[in-house]
């Protein structure tokens, strides 16, 4: 069993930064993508960004990029996340989840094990 564990929300005001912290333990088998998703209230869950399973690639939604990075930590089985120029549309709660295989999916429906989520909250 894969358990996963969010830090690091908060309130910020719009232009700020916040960084999310996501620790994973328990086995798991194969190769692995290790990766963040937002959902804002009576929205679906959306995909934020992810690292490839051989961390030699990531991917970003379009919404995100050049604001976010993502990044991982191999040895302590941690993914973070940065969250820079914040935007009041950020606002969503946030989730670290894992999929098996080497590539991200955009769709949640594709990964098995989630944290319990943290809240984000951009104020303008």
């Known amino acids: 069993q894969v358990q996963l564990v969010e830090s690091g929300g908060g309130l910020v005001q719009a232009g700020g930064s916040l960084r999310l912290s996501c620790a994973a333990s328990?086995?798991?088998?194969?190769?692995?993508?290790m990766g963040w998703f937002r959902q804002a209230p009576g929205k679906e869950r959306e995909f934020v960004a992810a690292?490839?399973?051989?961390?030699?690639?990531?991917y970003y939604a379009n919404s995100v990029k050049g604001r976010f990075a993502i990044s991982r930590d191999y040895a302590k089985n941690t993914v973070d996340l940065q969250m820079n120029s914040l935007k009041p549309e950020d606002t969503a709660v946030y989730y670290c989840?894992?999929?098996?295989?080497?590539?991200?999916?955009?769709?949640?429906?594709?990964?098995?094990?989630w944290g319990q989520g943290t809240q984000v909250t951009v104020s303008s």
């Open positions: 989840t894992i999929r098996a295989g080497s590539n991200p999916s955009t769709r949640h429906k594709d990964y098995y094990y």
């Open positions: 690292f490839t399973s051989s961390g030699d690639g990531f």
């Open positions: 328990g086995r798991t088998f194969g190769p692995y993508v």
